[in-house]
């Protein structure tokens, strides 16, 4: 995006006038009050110098004409504006001190070819300034007389603008009621008015965007204090849609927008995160491991058996939530129906999300600076019996209950380990592994932003950097990101901008990976020793079947390298031309480039037996390679967009408002990788590839996508009372094959504003009425690549003697007629904002069919046991309501605020065309949530041999304090045919609030979620007793079925392995009850008043303290309930609890 | 500006895949067919070959399974039940290895290839589809008999065939097999390759398995006759690294580092998986021919002395020599026994620990003794002991590392069989042969019902063997799911 060379020059040249050019108009003449900060404004000068240089060479074009005649036709502007729209057209420049002509605001300018002293006494008219033209130079400076105003009939008033939490509001539009007399608040909230004699009685309307327009009658006081309080409803708020914007009144779609406000310096290490609230949107964060913890996003249900998340795009592009510094962003939207995302078309069904990066604002300079520092720990873990005696006896217990002939611990070893651990703890340790290896993870977070720009350039640059220990020994990861945003106005057509957004990481995880070292650390038991007096790895003399060999958790935690380096870049320029008949054409071309390498090393460490010294070698599992070795590879993906449009609006007679967009778009995705493995190195420290020796492996592919759209809105009201809106797309995707490759996807939407109609006009209680209606369609076509065609897969290899002979397969069977999968959505809903807009509402209900659902069908496998084919097999529904309410009031100095939104989501099945979907404990059936549970009833626990004997047969091996399962079929005997459907792991319903305080200069804010009617399987570790080496939660200790203790809730104690086909066979009595209520995060901050830290050059300074996932409120007690719902075991990398504090300033 | 919007409007969204081939580009050469036949080749590893191979001893009274991996101790103590991993398993895997070499034989005969290297190449492949379709009889009984490339279309629903057309077809494929295959191969790069002997051997186990006495050992005489196989010398010889391919070898499944390792030495030696059951121990020989039991020179103080060698050449006992170290019983926990075969270690050198899967060497599935153990036993059902019964049975026992004693004379045809079957339990130890012989025996709910030893005599674990149900394995419910015609096996649900 760079100009090439000889345009760098010319660059140079401009340059250099640019900063005179600024410089001229920069205020020298403020008095430094405190010399102490000097030397800071200093050094922030300097950077502001140095990112004007950056900035320019980024967006260095100019085609400047002088004349002295002048022309000016303004609605609205602040009056250093006007003057600089004066430099703009001729060779004067303008001196003057910034802060007296502040907050001056002049309303409808009309100029035209006008002389320098006629444009001056017009634009001055009425204000206390007078000028001086010296030359080419303009000087302008105020009245010294103090009664000057008075002699003019007019009076001064002056006053501050403040948020709820006392913060300066700059920008805020003051206005003299039922006149032209505006003026707007400076950087500092501070605004001068003048007021005509005779407007005694009058009052002032205050306007700001985001809050609510406040009157305020003037009185005697000369200096006003105005607080604006936050507007719910929002309406005059600008949402970003697709390939646009819209004023969120006129809104006719369902379409969510993140309260950022809300998300203000809370330690979100993921931008993921902030979607957490968003109505309609369901965020499950199951694990906190450094660099890994995006969440997963649901928009509206479950609509695909495929890849059910939403398409995310930033600024326009498709690139990963993941890599979006959370602080670099300006605004989130969420697209929830048809008529909002069918301009997305094939990709849209899932939800789109759109994420604009921060941009500059014309103004002045600003930097922002924010920090935080803290901790996080494991949320959740098990209360596991942990003491070795216990564990051995309780063990050797199970073993006897499942009628095992020997146990694994003797009673010989169990009296000399109570002993020994009196006498010789090195050889008899006790050690509770939760302790070593779950810790405490310090985070820190530093953010710095410079922003700021004239009306013709605007640019902000930030950079963040995140330093993060995980909270599980051997885990961190440091994020280094860096976005730059510039926008220039080059002539009043032609309008030209880049966003630069770079993302780096650095992530450490234990070299067998952290599933490995989870496991490993669950079957460490506390007779398992840490390190031998001498400081060598020490290995245990015990072995527990299941755990036979010892894979020292500090060993995985800490030796060897699993390091994985993430760059993701993002370039998206643009450019946008006013052409006649108020079209405007603009063209947005991106690259998306990311990259990562892997390094693992896996080392030769052994550890030695604390009796006999013996040295084995510990096995790193799941890891290539399995010897000491290195493995390094390296991926990267490159995606192209770019896409043109045309947009047309109008207003006609002043009522119908028409806009139209027409656009074009091309992307293109590749991705590959490459690896490189070698062994036969001589040690555990060098082990760079060429270090390495023996058994060399290599390996790598690559793969490419494309797509061609078409797409276009139409756009309709009627004095913003009647709305109607059409969007279409239509899609090509390489996706399928020839004949199945393109998808139209049409929707429409209405919206009626009550509001505006007479009959409600005069209503005082309604603010806003809005009623509307939408339909339209989506497509999906995430599936993975080459699903259309049977394909030969190499890599069957095979070595005959010693020769390896390339091999080939087909392992997947295709069906080439695949297709688009197609989401039909309907929506109504309402909005309403009432009683002075203290209370608002949203209600939405809709309907979300997805037909044609693409699902990999299940072939038996006497078909050649192939993987099988993606088919368009049926029709699922999601159908659902949304309600958001939110309500806030003031008690004297105490603002209080509540937002809440729960969002009922029913999946259904609707037409599989007879068939039955069978996939390990889950089931995809006509009449049920896609993948419902599909297991035994387990309907008590057997308390006698007779009991067993009168029951359907289960297993020889049945006794007493079994489970007892119901014959469903009736056949006398329990099978798998006796499986009944049981729950679903996709949740029903999602609720969240925000509860907000705030008191003088003190903000306590606190989130709140929830998720009701989910359930998850709880299975291997923590779940099943003793599963192969680890312990056993303490509830198996006191409420296990015995003899004397029939009523118990779980069966008798028995281990794993031991009842693996009778007590642990797929049950619906490890089906658990997943809802919870969480809070999510609680906030505490506080402003310093603006009077104090204006004499240290600050305009904000805030100190805040924050907790993340608090309280949790859930029938789940030693599992976490926002884990992973899918996973394969209980135990993944836990989620964590964050504490953290920090300050947050601009200058 | 509509010409800017439009630019570039070549539509073409046609990708094809850089690193696979499609049905319709493939099958166009010789090498590209090869390689589909080694894709064939490849399903050995993946479980109908080497998983199969230790596991199913743990089933017999022979081993014990010191863990729960697979699911095989639930099927030795009989608590079992149709989707136990081994059972699935070797549904998966031998389906998956059939669907291949249907497809490779279906679209062979296109393929412009040279001619005889097409016909050998198709003896291949029906020799492999054979011992696929064996592994599932053996199991399941008869099972649907699919010999066309797969076709969701036609194949799906396919119910069982009955056991003896499935068995029809695999002595079919393995006599057509013998006919296209060499007897031997020149090149090292085609070592592993399945041979005429390997289609003869395995047609011989079949029909004996099936107890088609006369041409099972008429098979087994053609082995013998094809002057290619011998005895290898040395007994714990035959399973290391450095002897293999030896002349005892007829069929074996290919292992190499780095790329295709197995797990065999961690799993004998460090994890104790298989243990040999005392009843294994005790039914090797002493010196003298006679059973523990008779021998006066059994010493219940010293009870692995004067023993038939194989013992020591196949078990590892506490207080001997093993890896350059004597054995404790902390080091063969589960039973007070381990296993020899198939590791790298010898008893008197010091070999350092193997890591997990990092072992290479390819396990035997056919080779010679086994050949002629069953001509002995075929020969002994369909006419008697006659003098050639002797002579297999004392090749074996005359070994040069074995150099146990003649069997005795003038038995009769019931006398001469319990030799076999001792012989054939004790040579084959762990090989994956046994748990098939104690159910074609039909012993297994003798030999595999009650409490099983360890070294002391101790109960080590309790076996049950339902003789209505378990000489079957339950098909897979989640395939009867998919595929309702399966019809389960009798007292499966």
Known sequence: ?1147 | MVYILWIGCENDLTINPSDQYSEDTFWKNQDEAMSALTGCYRILQGGAGVNWFLETDMITPNGLAYNESNGTDAIARGVHNSLTGLITNRWEVAYRGIGRVNAFLDKIPVVDMDADLKARASGEAKFLRALYYFYLVDCFGGVPLILTAPDPATQSLLPRNSKEEVVEQVLRDLSEAAEALPKSYSAASDQGRATKGAALALSARVLLYNERWAEAAEQAQKVMDLDVYSLFGDYRGLFLLENEHNPEVIFNVEYQLPRFPHDFDHMIFQLNRPAPLKSLVDSYLMTDGESIDVSLSFNPARPYENRDPRLLQTVNCIGYMYNGQLTQPSQVVTTGFGLKKYTIYTDNEAKAIVSPNSSEINPILIRYAEVLLTYAEAQNESSGPDASVYEALNQIRQRPSVQMPVIKPDLNQDEMRIVIRNERRVELAFEGIYYSDIKRWHIAEEVNNGPVFNYKGEVASRRTFDKDRDYLWPIPADQIQLNPNLEQNPNWY
């Not at chain 1, 032609?494 to 490995?516: E, F, H, S």
């Not at chain 1, 460490?605 to 006999?612: A, D, E, G, H, R």
């Not at chain 1, 709305?723 to 996706?735: I, K, M, P």
């Not at chain 1, 100095?893 to 037409?911: A, E, F």
Request: charged share 20%; with cysteine; proline share 4%.
């Open chain 1, 1 to 1147: 995006m760079l100009a090439t060379l000889p345009g760098l020059v010319v660059c140079l040249t401009k340059v250099t006038q640019f900063i005179n050019h600024y410089y001229k108009n920069m205020n020298y003449n403020r008095k430094i009050k405190i010399r102490l900060f000097y030397g800071l404004k200093k050094a922030l000068r300097v950077m502001k110098i140095t990112i004007l240089i950056l900035m320019i060479a980024l967006s260095c074009v100019s085609a400047r004409s002088y004349s002295q005649l002048i022309t000016i036709k303004a609605d609205k502007n602040t009056l250093t504006g006007l003057l600089k729209n004066v430099e703009k057209q001729s060779n004067y420049r303008f001196v003057y001190d910034k802060s007296e002509l502040a907050g001056i605001y002049l309303a409808d300018i009309q100029l035209k070819e006008a002389s320098i002293d006629k444009t001056l006494n017009l634009l001055l008219q009425g204000l206390d300034l007078h000028y001086k033209i010296f030359g080419d130079v303009i000087v302008l400076r105020k009245e010294k007389s103090a009664n000057a105003a008075s002699q003019q009939n007019e009076h001064i008033l002056k006053g501050i603008i403040l948020d709820e939490k006392n913060l300066p509001l700059a920008g805020a539009n003051i206005n003299l009621k039922g006149t032209s007399i505006s003026a707007s608040s400076d950087t500092d909230g501070k605004f001068t008015i003048r007021i005509p004699n005779g407007a005694a009685g009058a009052s002032l309307l205050v306007t700001y965007v985001g809050y609510m327009v406040k009157e305020i009658p003037i009185g005697e006081a000369a200096d006003l204090k105005i607080n604006l309080t936050p507007d719910l409803a929002q309406l005059d708020q600008v949402v970003v849609i697709g390939y646009g914007t819209a004023k969120k009144a006129n809104l006719t779609g369902a379409v969510s927008t993140v309260d950022l406000r809300k998300q203000e310096n809370a330690p979100v290490t993921n931008a993921s995160q902030m979607l957490q609230g968003v109505e309609g949107v369901y965020v499950n964060q199951p694990g906190g491991q450094p660099g890994r913890d995006v969440a997963t996003v649901r928009v509206r249900g479950q609509g695909t058996l495929n890849n059910n998340n939403p398409l995310v795009l930033v600024n326009g592009v498709e690139f990963p939530m993941d890599n979006v510094n959370p602080s670099d962003i300006a605004s989130i939207t969420v697209l929830k129906d048809a008529a909002s995302a069918a301009i997305y078309g094939s990709r849209a069904a899932n939800g789109v999300i759109l994420i604009t990066t921060k941009s500059g604002a014309a103004g002045s300079f600003q930097v922002n600076y924010s920090n935080y520092f803290g901790f996080q720990e494991a949320n959740y873990l098990p209360d596991f019996v942990k003491d070795p005696i216990e564990f051995m006896r309780l063990r050797n217990q199970a073993q006897i209950n499942e009628g095992r002939a020997t146990v694994d611990y003797s009673e010989e070893l169990i009296q000399e380990y109570e002993a020994g651990m009196r006498t010789d703890p090195a050889v008899y340790p006790n050690n509770d592994w939760f302790k070593i290896i779950f810790g405490r993870g310090a985070v820190q977070n530093h953010g710095i932003q410079f922003s700021g720009g004239s009306e013709k350039l605007t640019h902000l640059l930030s950079l963040n950097y995140l330093n993060q220990k995980g909270a599980v020994m051997g885990t961190d990861a440091k994020r280094y990101s860096l976005n730059y945003n510039t926008q220039a106005q080059i002539s009043d057509r032609l309008k030209v901008g880049g966003v630069l957004n770079i993302n780096y990481k650095d992530i450490n995880g234990p070299t067998a990976g952290v599933a490995n070292l989870m496991e490993m650390t669950f079957k460490a038991q506390a007779f398992h020793p840490t390190y031998l007096p001498d400081g060598r790895y020490a290995n245990t003399f015990i072995r527990t079947p299941g755990h036979n060999i010892y894979r020292n958790p500090l060993v995985l935690a800490n030796e060897g390298e699993n390091n994985t380096k993430e760059q993701q870049g993002l370039v998206n320029i643009f450019a946008e031309y006013e052409l006649p008949f108020h079209i405007t054409y603009k063209i947005n071309g991106a690259v998306n480039k990311g990259d990562d390498q892997v390094t693992k090393f896996v080392p030769d460490i052994y550890v030695y037996q604390v009796k006999t010294g013996e040295a084995q070698r510990v096995p790193y599992d799941g890891g290539n390679p399995a010897n000491r070795g290195l493995r390094k590879t390296s991926s990267g993906a490159l995606n192209t967009t770019l896409f043109q449009t045309l947009n047309w609006n109008q207003l006609f007679a002043e009522k119908h408002q028409v806009s139209a967009l027409l656009g074009y778009s091309r992307e293109h995705f590749s991705d590959g990788n490459f690896y490189a493995q070698n062994e036969g190195y001589l040690g555990n420290d060098l082990y760079e590839l060429n270090a390495g020796s023996a058994n060399p492996v290599v390996g790598g592919t690559s793969t490419a996508a494309k797509m061609i759209s078409y797409f276009g809105r139409l756009n309709y009201n009627y004095k913003e009372k009647y709305l109607v809106e059409a969007n279409f797309r239509y899609d090509g995707s390489s996706r399928f094959a020839k004949g199945n490759q393109w998808g139209f996807f049409p929707s429409f939407s209405a919206g009626w504003r009550l509001n505006t109609e007479p009959f409600l006009r005069d209503v005082n209680w309604v603010n806003e009425l809005k009623l509307r209606a939408s339909y339209g369609e989506l497509g999906n076509e995430r599936i993975d690549l080459f699903r259309y065609v049977n394909l030969i897969s190499l890599g069957a290899d095979y070595p005959f003697g010693s020769n390896v002979s390339s091999g080939a397969a087909v392992t997947n069977y295709n069906d080439p007629n695949i297709t688009w999968e197609t989401t039909t959505m309907a929506n109504i809903g309402i909005d309403a904002s009432l009683f002075n807009n203290k209370v608002s509402l949203t209600m939405e209900a809709f309907r979300k069919r997805t037909t044609d659902i693409l699902q990999a069908v299940i072939l038996p496998q006497q078909v050649g046991a192939l993987g099988g084919p993606i088919q368009n097999i049926g029709t699922v529904d999601n159908n659902g309501v949304e309600l958001v309410l939110g309500y806030q009031h003031q008690f004297g100095g105490l603002g209080m605020q509540l937002n809440g939104s729960v969002t009922y989501v029913k999946n259904k099945v609707v037409d599989l065309g007879g068939q039955v979907i069978y996939s390990g404990r889950k089931i995809i059936t006509e009449g049920y949530p896609i993948n419902s549970y599909y297991l035994i009833h387990a309907s008590g626990i057997f308390q006698s041999d007779e009991e067993i004997a009168n029951s359907p047969s289960q297993t020889n091996n049945t006794k007493p304090g079994y489970l007892k399962y119901q014959d469903a079929n009736g056949d006398n005997f329990i099978s798998e045919s006796d499986r009944q459907i049981a729950g679903s792991n996709i949740p029903k319903l999602t609720y969240q609030f925000n509860l907000n305080f705030n008191y003088r200069s003190f903000s306590l804010n606190s989130f709140f979620q929830g998720v009701g009617n989910v359930y998850t399987y709880a299975e291997n570790i923590g779940a099943m007793p003793f599963w192969f080496g680890t312990s056993v939660p303490q509830d198996w200790v006191t409420d296990s079925w015995t003899p004397e203790n029939p009523g118990a809730r779980l069966p008798i104690l028995t281990t794993f392995e031991g009842s693996e086909t009778e007590n642990f066979r797929s049950s619906d009595f490890w089906l658990r009850n997943a809802a919870y209520l969480r809070l999510k995060n609680l906030q505490l901050a506080y402003d310093f008043p603006t009077t104090w830290i204006n004499k240290l050059g600050l305009s904000k300074f805030r100190l805040f303290l924050n907790a993340q996932n608090l309280f949790t409120f859930s029938s789940m007690k030693d599992f976490d309930p926002e884990k992973n719902l899918d996973g394969s075991t209980f135990y993944e990398y836990p989620t964590v609890k964050t504490y953290t504090a920090g300050i947050n300033l601009t200058f």
